[in-house]
C-alpha cells in the first residue's frame, strides 16, 4: 500500500524522531490536564501532522506510518511491550547493574478508555537529565525563576516557567496515578495508612507553590508595569500566562486531593462486603499479596498444584478401548524444562559376576548327574544331597539359583527335566521359600499332568 | 419407572454423569435418582466412592439441584488440567503470571472466605477490567512499598515483579497473549469459561461491557481444596520480600 520499503526509507530521510517522540510525550503530559493521557490515535494523528510540518513533501500514510514507527518506539513494540533495560556500572557495589524502565504506559482510565501517559522516566526524558522529584524540582525552578526575573532575563525565566509548569503537570500525574489505583481496587489500599499522609504532603505542597506563584505572579506583574520595551513585554506576558497555568494544574490537584476520600468510599461501597473473622485467610486481602510475593520460579513450579486443583477433571482422550488402562495408570510427569548442562559421560563398567564362571560350571555339571539318575527331586532335597557332597554355601547358593531359574522352561538349563510347583515351603540355611519339584520328562506321572 | 438399585455399576453411572461436568441433574432424570439413592443408601455411598478413587477422582460435594461434584485427587491424575493443557511453551514468568490471574479472578468474585462459606451470597457479575485492576493495582502497590534489592537475580525476583513489568495491554491487540496483563487474564478468563468455572453472562464484542460470574463450581473447588493449596502455597514465601 505504501510502496517498497525503499520509498519508506527516502521519506524517513531528514525526519527528525527524537523530536517526534519528545513531542508524543509532550502530547501526552498536556493531555493529563484534560484526561488521563492521551488515545493512540489522537497520538499518531498529532505524530503525523508534525511529521507533515518537517517534511511538508510527505504522502498522509508515510506520516501517519512514522507516527507508528515513533508511538512503537516508545512503547517498545519491537521487544514484545516489555520494559526497556540497560546494563550500567554501579560504582558503589562495583557491579553491573541493569536498569529497567517504561517511558510511557498503556492504561485505561477510569472510563476504561485506554490512553497513553508518560511514566517518570518519560518525564525525566522530556525534562532533561536532572533526577530530582517533581516536587523538589518545583522548588529549585521557582528559585531560579525568581533570580532571573530579579536580573531581568525574561525570555529564560519564561523558558523555567514553562519547564516548571510541566513539573506540575507530572507531580499531579503522580498523586493522581495512586489515587486511581486506590479507586480501581479499594481493597487492597488501607486509606488512612497509605493516602493520608501522601495527600496531606501533597497538599502542603501545593500550598507552599500557590504562595510563591502569588508572590511571582505580583513580582512579574511589577515588572509588566514598569516594561516598556514590546519584546520584554511579549516575554512577560508569557510568562505571567505560564506562571497562571502553572497554577491552575495545582488547583485541579487540590480538587483531586479534596474530592479523594469521598470518591474512596464510593468505590468501597461498590465492593462493600462484610468481614468476620475466619479459620482460611482470606483471598483478597492476604493469600494474593502473599502469592504475589512468592518468586516466579516458585509460582511456575507450584501452578499445576493450583490448576488441578481450580479446574474440574477434564476427559483425556481416548481413541481406543484399550489403551484406558495405560492411560489411568500412566504417571504424567511434570512440563520438564530441558537443563543446558547434560552432565559428563561416564563409562559403562559393567557389575561382576556373582558367582565365578568355574562355580558356575561346577554347580551345573553337579546337577547334571544328579537329574541323569532318572529320580524326582525336591529342591530341598538337592540341596541336602549338596551339603551332604560337602559343598560350601556359596556354592549351595548359586545351586539355589540355578534351580529357581529352571523353573521358566525358557530359562532352564535342563531340558530333561519338568519342574512344578509344589504348594509347600522349605527353610534351610541358605534358602527359604517354594518348594520346586523336578521330574525327569517322559515319566508316566509327568506325561498325565501334560 | 423403577429407581436404582445399588450396584457397581449405577455407581459407576454417577461418576461418569459427574465426570461430565455440562450436566445437571435438574435436566437428567437418571442423574437425579442415583443423586437421591448416593445421598440415601451408605452402602451405595461408599461404592460411588470406591469408584471414584479407583479413577484418582475426589468427591467434593453432591446436591441435588447440582449434581455431584468431583475434581482429580492429585496433580498426577489423569483427568488433572495442567497449565500446558491452557498454554504451553511458556516462560517461567508467564507460568506465574497465569496463576496469579486465576488467583485474582478467585478474588474478585470470592474476596473474602466468609463469602465463600455462605452458600447464599451470589457475587456480582464482573468484568475483566475489575480482575485485571486487583491483579496490577497489587502488584504496583507492592513494587512501589517493596525495596527489592537491586542485584536481586531473576528466578528469585516476586512475582509482583513479573506482573508489574508486564505492559498493561498490548496496543491492538486482538489475540489474548501472555506478554500482557490483559492477555494473562483473559486466557485465565477464557479457559474458566470453557471449563464451566465461569459464565459470561452479558456477551459483548467489546472485552470491556462483558461481564462474568462464577458458577457454583468455582466456589465448591475453592471452598473444599483450591483454597487451601493457595494457603499452603503461600507458605513458601521468601523471608527476603516482605509484605508490610
Known sequence: ?450 | MTSPEPSVRNAARLTYKALHTALSPVNDAEYRELLALYRADPAFHRQVEDVATGLELQILDATESRGLIVVPASRESRFSVRLTDIRAGMSPDQKAALVLAHVAIAAVFFPTTDVLDDDNYSPPPSSLAACRDTLYALARRLKETTDLPADIPPELAPGWDAIAALPMAIPAGQRASAASVVGVVKIALNHMLQNGLVRLDREADDDAAATYTPTHRLRVQLRELALRRLYEMAQLVTPMAKVD
Request: contains cysteine; charged residues 25%.
Open chain 1, 1 to 450: 500500500m505504501l510502496g517498497g520499503d525503499e520509498a519508506y526509507r527516502d521519506a524517513v530521510q531528514g525526519i527528525d524522531t527524537h523530536y517526534l517522540a519528545l513531542s508524543a510525550l509532550d502530547l501526552m503530559m498536556e493531555a493529563t490536564t484534560v484526561a488521563s493521557g492521551s488515545t493512540s490515535s489522537e497520538i499518531l494523528t498529532h505524530l503525523a501532522e508534525v511529521a507533515l510540518r518537517i517534511k511538508p513533501e510527505l504522502t498522509a500514510p508515510y506520516a501517519r506510518r512514522i507516527g507508528e514507527a515513533v508511538l512503537d518506539g516508545l512503547d517498545n513494540k519491537a521487544n514484545n511491550h516489555r520494559e526497556f533495560s540497560f546494563d550500567y556500572f554501579d560504582a558503589p557495589s562495583m557491579s553491573t547493574r541493569a536498569f529497567r524502565f517504561r517511558l510511557v504506559r498503556f492504561e485505561p482510565d477510569l472510563d476504561d478508555v485506554y490512553r497513553y501517559r508518560p511514566t517518570q522516566e518519560g518525564y525525566l526524558v522530556y525534562l532533561g537529565m536532572l533526577d530530582l522529584s517533581p516536587e523538589d524540582a518545583q522548588e529549585l525552578m521557582e528559585k531560579m525563576l525568581e533570580l532571573l526575573v530579579q536580573r531581568g532575563s525574561f525570555k529564560a525565566a519564561l523558558d523555567i516557567a514553562q519547564r516548571a509548569r510541566k513539573l506540575s503537570l507530572e507531580y499531579r500525574q503522580l498523586i493522581r496515578d495512586r489515587l486511581y489505583q486506590a479507586y480501581r481496587a479499594p481493597g487492597s489500599v488501607n486509606w488512612s495508612r497509605d493516602m493520608t499522609g501522601r495527600l496531606d504532603s501533597a497538599r502542603d505542597h501545593v500550598r507552599k507553590r500557590q504562595a510563591e506563584d502569588a508572590r511571582m505572579e505580583d513580582a512579574v506583574q511589577g515588572s509588566l508595569l514598569e516594561a516598556s520595551d514590546l519584546q520584554t513585554r511579549i516575554s512577560l506576558v508569557a510568562l505571567r500566562d505560564t506562571l497562571r497555568g502553572a497554577g491552575l494544574i495545582r488547583m485541579q490537584l487540590v480538587t483531586d486531593i479534596n474530592v479523594a476520600p469521598e470518591l474512596f468510599i464510593e468505590a468501597q461501597r461498590a465492593v462493600f462486603r462484610a468481614r468476620r473473622p475466619t479459620g482460611l485467610p482470606d483471598l483478597e486481602s492476604q493469600l494474593l499479596p502473599q502469592l504475589l510475593n512468592l518468586s516466579a520460579v516458585t509460582l511456575a513450579d507450584q501452578a499445576n498444584n493450583l490448576i488441578s486443583a481450580l479446574y474440574p477433571p477434564s476427559m483425556p482422550r481416548i481413541y481406543d478401548l484399550n489403551s484406558v488402562f495405560a492411560l489411568l495408570l500412566e504417571q504424567r510427569s511434570d512440563d520438564v524444562v530441558a537443563e543446558e548442562d547434560d552432565g559428563e559421560l561416564e563409562k559403562f563398567v559393567p557389575l561382576p559376576d556373582q558367582f565365578p564362571q568355574a562355580l558356575i560350571q561346577r554347580a551345573n555339571d553337579w546337577l547334571a548327574t544328579m537329574f541323569a539318575r532318572g529320580a524326582t527331586w525336591r529342591l530341598d532335597q538337592l540341596l541336602e544331597a549338596a551339603e551332604d557332597a560337602g559343598m560350601n554355601k556359596t556354592l549351595r547358593r548359586c545351586l539355589v539359583l540355578i534351580l529357581y531359574r529352571a523353573f521358566a522352561p525358557s530359562e532352564s538349563e535342563y531340558k530333561t527335566v519338568s519342574v512344578r510347583l509344589m504348594g509347600e515351603t522349605f527353610q534351610l540355611d541358605v534358602a527359604q521359600g517354594s518348594n520346586l519339584e523336578f521330574t525327569p520328562k517322559g515319566e508316566p506321572d509327568d506325561i498325565a499332568r501334560t
